[in-house]
């Protein structure tokens, strides 16, 4: 299956916690983001079609709560304990405001 982006992609690294009715309390680190979209390492099993709630915040911001559906599940060889790579496609976009502002806050653990 393809998966086509329009919108492009920015690396970063920042904790996430993860909820869903079924798996309330649960973390990552988002890997990249883009206006429609994350990349998310986490330890917890999720499956297509799932729908999450993801929250963070930004250095002296509110807390962001973005709701999302599941879209791809894939599996980073490096066998960490966030080797489980979850897709999520937004409900709404991310203002580019916001990902400047978080990518300036998370500019030390973005991959270079």
Do not use: C
């Not at 919108?7 to 970063?12: K, L, M, Q």
């Not at 973005?66 to 966030?82: E, F, K, M, N, Q």
């Amino acid at each position: 299956m393809t998966h086509s982006r329009r919108h492009s992609r920015h690396p970063v690294r920042f904790p996430v916690a993860i909820e869903s009715p079924a798996k309330p309390g649960r973390v990552g680190v988002v890997r990249n983001m883009s206006q429609r979209g994350l990349l998310i390492g986490t330890p917890s099993r999720y499956q297509e079609g799932q729908r999450v709630r993801v929250r963070f915040r930004t250095r002296g911001g509110p807390e962001i709560d973005l709701p999302a559906t599941v879209v791809r599940i894939d599996h980073d060889p490096s066998g960490d304990w966030l080797s489980r790579l979850v897709a999520l496609e937004l409900d709404r976009d991310v203002s580019e405001r916001r990902l400047n502002e978080l990518r300036e806050t998370y500019q030390l653990f973005s991959a270079a």
